[in-house]
């Protein structure tokens, strides 16, 4: 949830500051930390700034987006630790009901023990927001009258058992996300929930350069109030079987692919049974241009109707570096999404989701850089109330140390 991109926020204060010198591009030193500032805005033209349904009445406005971010990176004993603040601000020029400012925080460490044993540890909180029209608002976005705000947050660690250099490894993890909405509704508060994970994977390399994995886990999903209605709550096991692999210099990729239960407390809901997956593809033919492709199956919280999402989604993307400043960049994305109903003499709704972009990137300065972008997103469902399309072009820019 945490989003990485840079900015400068602060920068007076740090400026200010008489204990604070330059220590190498980009990174400012404060005793034991290197502070690493950065700025991204842009500005865009959105054709549906409310994901209006096809057929109605759209908003087109400009929208200004300022983000400031400081990450403060230090070691502790030769292991890194970093914390961050972003902060974005979204303004549109024709909508003020859709302006918004949204908080991240992160803190993360890994830390090696020794050649077999390694931990690493996150924690994420963001303060956010959904757009009108997507979300729980999903083909309503006219219908209210401001975004709908939450709080969430990640807290996660793994341990790592095993050398480099070694045919096997382990890995366990546990992992806990909590999502609250910022609203007073019983149609919001049914959706505040938390997710707590546990899992192992073990990998034994096969051969000079491919690795069996196993990965099980499993998930309890809990939802904070659910008066008036069957709950939601279920119980998730998953266990994966693939592999990951370095082909060649150029390739890189992993594949798993097994079984998914997700078990409902209430009788009402019926329990799925499913096959999951997960893949990645990463070539690189030439060292100024990589082509990735991506899979998953898997189940989601529904956030709107039925017992939960069964998502499928594809991705291909495709950098390429015309000269040592220019570059592009596209990406298409396809994903179905099948809200499960209970009640099996209805249809369950089938939503399908199509996203384009493509940008051109500009490194001006080794302290700045532009971008020239498009986007294109495009729903259908069997559902009249929830198709839309929404296009968005703009230039965005990015300031660093």
Not at 36 to 56: K, L
Not at 104 to 124: D, T, W, Y
Not at 151 to 180: F, K, Q
Not at 188 to 215: C, H
Request: proline share 2%; with cysteine.
């Amino acid at each position: 949830m945490f989003k990485r991109t840079k900015s400068i926020i602060a920068l007076s204060v740090i400026c200010a500051a008489p204990s604070l010198y330059a220590q190498e591009a980009g990174r400012i030193q404060a005793g034991q930390f290197d502070l690493i500032p950065s700025f991204s805005s842009s500005m865009a033209y959105v054709d549906n700034v409310a994901y209006a349904r096809d057929g109605n009445p759209k908003i087109y406005s400009w929208r200004a987006m300022f983000s400031p971010e400081l990450i403060a990176a230090t070691e502790i004993d030769g292991n890194p630790v970093q914390m961050g603040y972003r902060l974005e601000r979204g303004v549109f020029f024709s909508s003020s009901a859709d302006d918004y400012t949204d908080h991240f925080a992160e803190a993360s460490g890994q830390f090696e023990l020794n050649s077999r044993h390694r931990v690493n540890a996150i924690a994420q909180f963001e303060d956010g927001h959904e757009e009108r029209g997507t979300g729980f608002s999903l083909g309503l976005g006219t219908a209210i009258t401001s975004p709908d705000r939450y709080i969430s947050t990640v807290l996660g660690g793994e341990y790592m058992y095993g050398a480099v250099t070694s045919d096997g490894m382990i890995t366990l993890r546990a992992n806990r996300e909590t999502l609250d909405y910022d609203r007073t509704e019983q149609a919001y508060l049914i959706r505040d929930r938390v997710k707590n994970l546990v899992g192992a994977e073990f990998g034994y390399r096969i051969g000079s350069a491919t690795t069996a994995l196993l990965d099980v886990s499993q998930t309890f999903v809990r939802y904070d109030n659910q008066v008036g209605i069957a709950t939601r709550d279920s119980d998730e096991i998953r266990v994966l079987l693939g592999l990951r692999w370095e082909s060649t210099a150029a390739t890189t990729g992993f594949a798993k692919v097994g079984y998914k239960e997700k078990d409902f407390d209430a009788l009402e809901r019926s329990t799925f049974y499913g096959t999951d997956w997960e893949v990645g593809i990463d070539w690189q033919p030439l060292t100024y241009s990589t082509f990735r492709f991506s899979t998953s199956a898997d189940t989601r919280e529904t956030n709107g109707e039925g017992n939960f999402i069964r998502h499928r989604g594809y991705e291909f993307s495709w950098k390429h570096d015309w000269l040592d400043r220019l570059s592009s960049s596209i990406r298409i994305s396809h994903a179905t999404d099948e809200y499960v109903l209970t009640d099996e003499v209805l249809e369950n709704r089938d939503d399908e989701f199509m996203n384009y972009m493509a940008s051109l990137n500009y490194q001006a300065r080794r302290y700045l850089s532009f971008s020239l972008f498009y986007q294109l997103a495009d729903r259908d469902s069997n559902r009249e109330s929830i198709g839309y399309d929404r296009n968005m072009v703009g230039i965005s820019a990015e300031v660093t140390l």
